[in-house]
């Protein structure tokens, strides 16, 4: 299971028998959390930084976690001075850093952002409103990709978490669902001492490992601590992620769908498949072979010949995606039971 970590002497109070504390009718405070590891996002860092300081609802403090690299904490401590920038903590990689943002935050409810994201003026407003309901310890929003460069005339809607965004198939109005996306969630802060945090097995770990899940394991944990509470996903609640091109190629699109097949497997033998897989289940059934079929109709009835490449895209993308879903199953199985499936700081499959 998740690692244990320190959280200080301001967590001490929380008992970890008790579900979330009863809420008061107001919006809560809040604690934005953004997570950085390399100066080659500078410019979106700021960018980050200023969507979330002119938020129509205003952050009771924002959290800058430098992920391992001692030049950027020192740029960042420069250009932020009124901020809380501080070093992760933790293991290298992006679960390590929200743990120890969460560790630092003070507010009733902790949000994440990336880096390389812009937040729209009434994010934390959207967000905050539905924890007036005491039953929800989770709220997440639509994450909208920004092309930097030309999108492809492949890229089928139904993948774009290839990069970080929602996709096809996803709510397009409010609705409880199983887990949030990493660039666009945020939890009640008493929650985390209870799961204690992220897996920091599973995140990103800068540019070696494309590994994800995070966010869905944590959520399918916190929702077996309890039972009787929810995740929101709300459309309205939006950010904005950058989109280099870098990340529309063909290598890369494979690399992310081999990854999420890996990182589903490591998912499902922490959790068992029937909730590591509910979602994906859905997805795959239903989702794809619609985004399939649409894409052969806009060739033959709409003359739109992309369509077979996206059409075309969609089957292969699931295609390696359950390849490295079965490469991570078979590893779990034969491995150990004292050995992770996978350590930090191996390598071995297709770069991020």
């Known amino acids: 299971m998740a690692s244990k970590f320190m959280w200080g002497r301001r967590m001490d109070w929380i008992k970890r028998s008790q579900g979330p504390a009863p809420r008061s009718n107001g919006s809560p405070s809040v604690s934005v959390i953004i997570c950085a590891y390399t100066q080659e996002r500078w410019e979106d860092l700021k960018g980050a930084v200023n969507s979330i300081q002119n938020q129509e609802t205003p952050a009771g403090e924002i959290i800058l976690v430098i992920d391992h690299n001692a030049e950027l904490l020192e740029m960042a401590r420069t250009q932020f001075p009124s901020m809380s920038v501080i070093e992760n903590r933790g293991p290298r990689g992006l679960s390590g850093a929200r743990n120890t943002g969460v560790e630092f935050a003070s507010n009733e409810v902790v949000a994440f952002m990336d880096e390389d994201a812009v937040a729209q003026h009434d994010w934390l407003t959207q967000l905050l409103t539905s924890y007036q309901d005491g ?27 290839v990069v970080g965004c929602s996709y096809k198939g996803l709510p397009e109005t409010k609705e409880h669902v199983r887990n ?15 799961a204690d945090g992220f897996l920091q097995s599973l995140g990103r770990m800068g540019s070696q490992l494309p590994l994800s899940c995070e966010e869905t394991e944590f959520c399918i944990r916190l929702g077996r601590r309890y039972p009787q509470s929810r995740f929101l996903y709300i459309p309205q609640a939006r ?44 997805y795959t059934t239903r989702t794809l072979p619609e985004g399939i079929l649409r894409g052969i109709g806009d060739a033959f009835l709409r003359g739109d010949l992309t369509g077979l490449l996206r059409a075309s895209a969609i089957a292969v993308g699931l295609g390696i995606t359950v390849a490295g879903y079965l490469s991570g199953t078979i590893s779990a199985r034969l491995r150990p039971a004292s050995t992770p499936l996978l350590k930090p700081t191996q390598k071995g499959y297709p770069p991020g």
């Not at 949030?180 to 209870?194: D, I, K, Q, T």
């Open 135 to 161: 039953d929800v310890i989770g709220v997440g929003g639509f994450v909208e990709p920004n092309w930097l460069g030309e999108r492809p005339a492949w890229f089928p809607d139904e993948f774009t978490w």
């Open 239 to 282: 950010v904005h992620h950058s989109v280099p091109a870098s990340r529309v190629t063909w290598q890369y699109f494979r690399a992310r769908c081999f990854a999420e097949g890996l990182s589903k497997a490591m998912v499902a033998s922490l959790v068992g498949a029937g909730q590591g897989l509910a979602t994906e289940r859905k």
């Open 180 to 194: 949030m996306l990493g660039c666009n969630m945020s939890f009640r802060r008493e929650v985390f001492a209870a």
